[in-house]
């Protein structure tokens, strides 16, 4: 995948951190620094004229199909990484209605679609996997 669409411009995402028995909701995605599948919490762009919360609980909503309400923020994370730049607004969320299903990224056609899995993970799991940011494989589950 090209990082075009991502490059070149500062992003503003938000992302949530979505906990049910002791395990964190992640998508697998191919990340757009790495070109490597990648798992991260769901998230993404902030549009012109959207709050970080309205945006999340839309982003959340496509990738996963799970309705949610937003919680409190905390983590905020920089990634700056030639040529993509964003910055990232990580939120706790609470689960409101709807049903578990991997979902895509109705800004990318069928076939350019990013997003390939979308699963529960414990501490432990995590540890052990390829995931982004860093700070959910181990400071997230301290805070």
Same mark, same amino acid.
């Given at each position: 995948m090209?990082?075009?669409?991502y490059?070149?411009?500062?992003?503003?995402?938000?992302?949530?951190l979505?906990?049910?028995?002791?395990?964190l909701?992640?998508?697998?995605?191919?990340?757009?620094?790495?070109?490597?599948?990648t798992? =991260?919490?769901?998230?993404?762009?902030?549009?012109?004229? &959207?709050? %970080?919360?309205?945006?999340?609980?839309?982003?959340?909503k +496509? /990738?996963t199909?799970?309705?949610?309400?937003?919680?409190n923020?905390?983590?905020?994370?920089?990634?700056?990484?030639p040529?993509?730049?964003?910055?990232?607004f990580?939120?706790?969320?609470?689960?409101?209605?709807?049903?578990?299903? =991997?979902?895509n990224?109705?800004?990318?056609?069928?076939? &350019?679609? %990013?997003?390939?899995?979308?699963?529960?993970f414990?501490? +432990? /799991?995590?540890?052990?996997?390829?995931?982004?940011?860093?700070?959910i494989?181990?400071?997230?589950?301290?805070?």
């Amino acid at each position: 995948m090209s990082t075009s669409k991502y490059s070149g411009k500062l992003r503003v995402r938000a992302c949530g951190l979505l906990v049910d028995d002791n395990k964190l909701l992640l998508i697998e995605l191919k990340s757009p620094i790495t070109n490597k599948w990648t798992w =991260l919490p769901p998230g993404g762009a902030v549009r012109f004229g &959207e709050s %970080i919360e309205m945006a999340l609980r839309r982003e959340f909503k +496509e /990738e996963t199909g799970i309705e949610i309400s937003v919680e409190n923020r905390v983590f905020i994370n920089e990634v700056i990484e030639p040529p993509i730049h964003a910055i990232e607004f990580y939120h706790l969320v609470e689960k409101k209605s709807g049903e578990l299903r =991997l979902g895509n990224d109705p800004e990318l056609s069928e076939d &350019e679609q %990013i997003i390939r899995d979308v699963k529960f993970f414990s501490k +432990e /799991e995590i540890k052990k996997m390829n995931v982004a940011p860093e700070f959910i494989r181990a400071k997230f589950w301290t805070s």
